[in-house]
């Protein structure tokens, strides 16, 4: 047992003896809870770490790295006036990846003594020999610095020091003032946070220890009347990585009649009349489509195949005849890859193998010029970094949901960049003839190699002659991504920059959730597919 | 392939076992001072092994033992989760839940916890488990398959053993083992232009046949090389039953009778209330939970014991969801429905009777990326993928390019034209094993295609 959880266990039971925790509760169990953490540089780890390694290259081990994570998350849920669950959940456990013989071997436990971490590194080495068997091409990793170290998440409040009481307010508050719009049948609002303490450490003498927090309100919205209803989610408040003031700065209290009102709204809005329409997309809206059209095609693992059981493949291949090549879009179009934007979901010191991500262009003017990738990865590009005078290294996107589960390639926060001028959302509806302006996110599908995606929104307003004439329902469009892309022609400037983010986007085998963040501005594009959605039979 | 590891005739490293279970329960309860106290425990193992470009690129094992500690003063309620199961921090959780509890709002809606409940007599199982070994092998018959057709395939094999157990301060304990595992491959060409799936669910391991599995996608690789475009609009299709596998489960999920009481789903009636009893779809669908199905379905998530239930019987809804409270608000029963298992009834007809009798049709191996638009009419999109294929004068005649539909579940079983024989399939989108969804071929008229997909 570890020094940190006989320090732990002796301030529960003086707690249990005495058998009061703090009136003002969570913030005194907090702390009981908080000493089962990882302390950043606890002696323990960093032995425990030790053991983990030095076992993996006993049993032949040519690399290995050992996660040591505690994860803590509150989820509050309500309807209308009432308080329908609270659920705090802690998890902790490590996970150790080997390789050995060129293929890789994981092994998790959720029981942290010497023997069990050696035994475990042990399996996650005899896992490898095994997959070796079949491997045709052994995994070779890109080079990286040794890091140590401490990050963490810019928060100003943490969320669990926080009352339960004041959460519980705020968000039946919430659902008081949209309950008070005419019309606004039903109203369900939730808080989620999350708080990871992570320890990472590898054979290549890298030590780091981070701690990450997320935040994601959110409300939906329903009017019902004859026989119709209609919703309204509040998914312009995005999940951010960020404390509890993200929750206090967004208003939700003050928002939440708008929400209610276009849900009301939405029930006699004008059922849209199929055709091709110029979009006005607002970013609270296309942060969803640049996740799925653009960020999930230039994942290199896709790319090259490896996600073809589940996620998919990718348009954007092989990377050789792509590379400098593929006009993916407009020359307004700009994308860029990151784990640094103040406040985002992706945001980190390091990624799970100790890399300390850089920012880099994917799209420039509309022309690929890479893709997200990991230290194994990054080796499939040595030709084209070499080719473009540049280093050959991973850009940081490795990443694990838990200690349960293996890193992989995940996406980082990836960006549409501003334009130029200085152009607004309204601008861009000013500057429109004929179409239809989108608000928020709503359905979405697009196919396993990021061709065809169909999308909804929350709210679609009807453009004529530079004006909003009103509101409209059942509105979805269809694309094929580089012509979607293609049809850009007018991109909002920095002051019209917003961060949307999705906090558990799906990909691998199993199935492991990834939060990341997506900067964009308004822009539109010509001549998109609209369909009508509103069936009956 | 060597003899698989039988986790249950012994006790596996780190699974709880009824009597460990229980004890366990029993500690984390002697620390509890709330009205009322439910502690929920999982103790589960998981293996995994993925492929992808005809060899393994990751491969884990891991186990791990979660304890939901609910407390309740009156109808203040909260729960705390935790993975660490001593003493103190048993007591912690407890405490924490407690504090929790005290200090949130009533839930008028609460339900007081159960009292003991009386369970089927259940025969412990034997549930096989791969080895890394087992699983690299597998991996193996599908990837010598593929690259002897020089194609290349991608694949995910899971399997999940474990217990589940339910105790409260009422004196209700109840146990069970769950269990699941399933195989999938996509199996592509080299040119890029073909793809085939093949997919098997079963309880464990030893239901589990890889050589079929690679020999299905493989095949079905070949076959779709090369597709041709063909318009998009209503369709008569031949869906296969991992198809329909992917669809008609979407019911069960939008059959909760509060949202439809409330007028806020498909299942509300016109002027109040809901649709039971009311005619939904073709008088030949019968749709059922049945507990019997899986391991690991037989006891609800408030400890009763899971019911057959019977959603539409003869095209009529006669089952819609009720949880405790809703049941009492309307004078109903709660329904005991098992999580994740979902049959719908065959006929007579087989896959190759749907297609020889289609005079223009499409055949459909399964469905991907599928999303709701509209819940009025449970209208959801999605994309075919992994063999798509063109029926002319009662044969295949060619590969076709894939595509969107935006259709309804309950619009399709207003469609059939004929039933096959139900079989268990992988129907979900992760390959994780999940529920038993159990499946006939189906062929039904006027499916709703709206654009085309160049992804294969």
């Known amino acids: ?537 | 392939m060597s003899q698989p590891k039988s986790l249950f005739g012994g006790n596996p490293a780190g699974i709880l076992t009824r009597s460990e279970a229980e004890s366990l329960a029993k500690r984390a309860l002697s620390f509890a001072k709330a009205d009322e106290t439910a502690i929920n425990i999982g103790s589960n193992a998981r293996a995994n092994t993925r492929f992808a470009v005809n060899q393994v690129s990751t491969a884990g094992n891991d186990t791990d033992t979660t304890i939901t500690v609910r407390s309740t003063f009156g109808k203040r309620s909260a729960s705390v989760t935790t993975n660490k199961s001593d003493d103190a921090s048993l007591a912690a959780a407890v405490n924490e839940a407690e504090e929790l509890a005290r200090l949130s709002e009533e839930n008028p809606e609460y339900m007081s916890d159960l009292g003991p409940q009386t369970y089927p007599p259940v025969t412990p199982q034997t549930i096989s488990f791969p080895t890394a070994e087992d699983r690299a092998h597998a991996v193996k018959a599908v990837t010598d398959r593929a690259r002897a057709a020089g194609f290349i395939a991608t694949g995910y094999i899971e399997s999940r053993v474990g217990t589940r157990a339910l105790a409260n301060s009422h004196g209700l304990f109840a146990f069970e083992q769950t269990g699941g595992t399933s195989m999938t491959a996509t199996v592509r060409t080299p040119d890029g232009t073909g793809s085939g799936w093949g997919g098997a669910n079963a309880n464990d391991w030893s239901g589990i046949d890889a050589d079929a599995v690679g020999a299905t996608a493989t095949e079905k690789a070949g076959k779709s090389r090369n597709p041709v475009a063909v318009e998009p609009g209503r369709y008569t299709v031949v869906l296969e039953p991992t198809a329909v596998g992917n669809l008609i489960p979407i019911i069960a999920f939008s059959a909760q009778a509060r949202a439809a009481d409330e007028g806020r789903s498909f299942f509300s009636k016109e002027g109040g209330g809901n649709k039971i009893g009311m005619k939904v779809a073709d008088e030949r669908v019968t749709l059922v939970s049945d507990p019997a199905d899986n391991i690991g379905s037989s006891i609800t998530g408030d400890g009763r014991p899971a019911e057959k239930i019977v959603f539409i019987e003869n095209g009529v809804l006669k089952n819609l969801n009720y949880d405790r409270y809703w049941a009492q608000k309307q004078g109903k029963q709660p329904t005991a429905a098992a999580f994740g298992s979902m049959r719908l009834m065959g006929g007579d007809s087989s896959l190759a009777k749907m297609i020889a009798s289609t005079e223009r049709g499409i055949l459909v191996t399964r469905f991907w990326y599928i999303r709701p638009v509209d819940q009025r009419t449970i209208l959801f999109t999605g994309l075919t993928r992994d063999g798509t294929f063109l029926i002319e004068n009662g044969k295949v005649t060619h590969a076709i390019k894939n595509f969107r539909y935006n259709e309804s579940p309950i619009f399709m079983l207003n469609n059939v034209e004929a039933f096959g024989t139900p079989v268990r399939v992988s129907a979900s989108e992760d390959s994780s094993p999940g529920g038993a969804i159990i499946m006939p071929p189906l062929k039904i008229h006027d499916f709703n295609f709206t654009s085309l997909s160049d992804a294969v």
């Open chain 1, 1 to 537: 047992m570890t020094n940190s959880r006989r320090d732990f266990i002796k301030t529960v039971s003086v707690v249990a003896a005495t058998g009061a925790i703090g009136t003002r509760g969570l913030g005194s169990v907090d702390r009981l809870f908080a000493a089962a953490q990882p302390s950043v540089g606890d002696p323990t780890y960093r032995e425990l770490t030790q053991v983990a390694l030095d076992a993996a290259r006993a049993a032949g081990a040519s690399y290995s790295d050992i996660r040591i994570s505690a994860r803590r998350s509150q989820g509050v849920r309500t309807r209308e006036n009432q308080l329908q669950g609270i659920n705090d959940s802690d998890t902790l456990g490590f996970g150790i990846r080997a390789l050995a013989n060129g293929a890789w071997g994981f092994a998790a436990s959720n029981i942290l003594t010497k023997d069990v971490v050696a035994q475990v590194a042990r399996d996650a080495v005899a896992i490898a020999k095994a997959n070796s068997t079949v491997q045709l091409k052994p995994i070779i990793l890109a080079p990286t610095s040794v890091a140590t170290g401490e990050w963490k998440s810019p928060i100003k409040i943490d969320p669990f020091d926080v009352p339960i009481g004041e959460k519980v307010d705020l968000l039946l508050a919430a659902n008081a003032a949209a309950m008070k719009v005419n019309g606004a049948r039903f109203v369900t609002s939730n808080m989620f946070f999350l708080r990871e303490e992570k320890t990472l450490a590898t054979s290549d003498g890298t030590f780091v220890v981070q701690t990450i927090y997320r935040a994601q309100p959110s409300m939906n919205v329903t009017a019902a009347a004859k026989g119709d209803f209609q919703s309204r989610q509040s998914n312009d408040v995005a999940p951010m990585g960020l404390g509890y003031e993200y929750i206090t700065d967004v208003n939700f209290v003050g928002r939440a009649p708008q929400w209610a009102n276009e849900a009301v709204e939405k029930l006699s809005a004008k059922s849209v009349d199929v055709g091709r329409y110029d979009l006005v997309l607002h970013p609270t809206h296309l942060w969803l489509t640049i996740h799925e059209s653009v960020a999930h095609p230039t994942e290199l693992d896709r790319a090259e195949g490896f996600e073809a059981n589940y996620a998919g493949t990718s348009f954007v291949a092989p990377p050789e005849k792509m590379l400098g090549k593929l006009k993916f879009g407009s020359k307004l179009m700009n994308i860029r890859g990151d784990r640094t934007q103040h406040g985002s979901l992706s945001a980190i010191g390091w990624d799970d193998e100790g890399v300390k991500p850089d920012e880099f262009m994917i799209i420039k003017e509309g022309v690929l010029q890479d893709y997200q990738t990991t230290r194994e990865q990054a080796m499939q590009l040595d030709w084209w970094y070499k080719s473009q005078g540049r280093p050959t290294r991973s850009h940081g996107c490795s990443y694990a949901q838990s200690w349960q589960d293996v890193q992989f390639q995940r996406m980082p926060n990836v960006s549409l960049l501003p334009g130029d001028k200085d152009i607004s959302y309204e601008d861009i509806i000013a500057a429109t003839d004929r179409g239809i302006a989108i608000i928020g996110d709503g359905s979405f599908s697009i196919d396993q190699q990021r061709y065809n995606a169909q999308f909804g929104g929350q709210v679609f307003y009807e453009i004529k002659g530079g004006k909003i004439v009103g509101m409209l329902k059942d509105v979805a469009y269809q694309m094929r991504t580089p012509d979607f892309w293609g049809s850009l022609d007018m991109i909002g400037g920095e002051k019209s920059y917003f961060l949307g983010g999705a906090f558990s986007d799906g990909k691998g085998q199993p199935s492991q959730a990834n939060a990341i963040s997506h900067g964009c501005v308004p822009s539109r594009f010509r001549n998109i597919n609209v369909i009508n959605t509103g069936r009956k039979a």
